[in-house]
């Protein structure tokens, strides 16, 4: 939402952030999907299968849903990087200059 009230100002800079943003969020979006298959599969017994399949479709989505947790906090940490001082000293100016 910043990088959206700042796209005016540097719009190549801000459009940049806010696609990396939004990537972000469509991940975090596909682990919450996977939050409500793993209930979903875990609720009845007979989406699953056997204990032995049941067991596999359980570790499975845990650890897809794992994997994009971690490549959503190593992006996001990338995204919050992108604001440095330079970038700030950036912004300053062209607030001056309107």
Do not use: N
Not at 24 to 51: C, N
Not at 57 to 81: K, T
Not at 87 to 98: F, G, N, S, V
């Amino acid at each position: 939402m910043q990088a959206g009230m700042l796209e005016t100002l540097w719009p190549t800079a801000m459009i940049a952030i806010q696609r990396q943003a939004k990537y972000v969020s469509d991940l975090l979006g596909h682990a919450q999907d996977l939050t409500m298959l793993l209930e979903a599969v875990s609720g009845d017994d007979g989406l699953a299968g056997d204990a032995v399949e049941g067991k596999a479709i359980d570790e499975a989505i845990r650890r897809q849903r794992m994997d994009l947790r971690e490549r959503c906090r190593a992006l996001a940490r990338d995204l919050s990087g992108q604001s440095r001082p330079r970038d700030r000293a950036t912004i300053e100016r062209l607030l001056l200059d309107r």
